[in-house]
């Protein structure tokens, strides 16, 4: 039984939506909250801010993409929907799957970065997180999948529940950290910062950082409206309703 229920298409769309949502996961708590590590911050070269956070993005952006596939194949499943404790179970194990794959492709295969960059025993650290978040989700997952029965709520309702869940993540990841004073605007090529923001109007905004090629800049904004920005020469400008939420939560 266990078996022919893994094989249907319900349960594989069920353990991607999980491996996406490992994904989301990874880049919310690790790359963001946490800041323990960006997606090619052991790569030689990659010491460029936005380039950092482009990656992250185009990470964000591919798990939104895995998400939106796996609902759409849930929804074209539904009629071979398993019960509940199952279905969870291969969420689960997806889940798990994600971060088995990324310590032993990222952390070790292919070294762009480990789990704590300034940890004096990184490999304690990849170690402890693949069991916690990888091996113990799948353990569970497979448990789940083991127990007998196929009650539960119908397939509509899971779909709509783990579409929530995925949509959730997403936009948890898009939200600047609540109490941020700053705000980080990455500038086209050519545009001087101090510039841009005088014709945006926010000429008594505070500058406190900026890279060496003055296209990345954190400042206070103060009360100011960020949007002008955009006329005045930015590109990307964080806490102004647009994709890129790793920039809000960018330490200075």
Known sequence: MVRSAARSAWMRWSGLL???LGGFFDGILLHQILQWHHLLSLVPGMVDLRVQILWDGYFHALMYGLAALALWGLWRARGQAAAAAATLGMVLAGFGAWHVVDALLSHWLLGIHRIRLDSPAPLAWDLGWMAGFGLVPILIGWWLLRRPGRGGPP???????????AALGGIWAAQP?????????????????????ARAGLGDAQVVWMDPLSQVTVARLGDGNPWPLYLAGALLVSGAGTPPGCFAWTKV
């Open 18 to 20: 999980g491996f996406a």
């Open 155 to 165: 397939p509509a309702v899971l779909v709509s529940v783990l579409g929530a869940i």
């Open 177 to 197: 950290p609540e109490g941020q004073p700053f705000a980080t605007i990455v500038f086209a090529p050519g545009v001087q910062p101090e510039d841009a923001l």
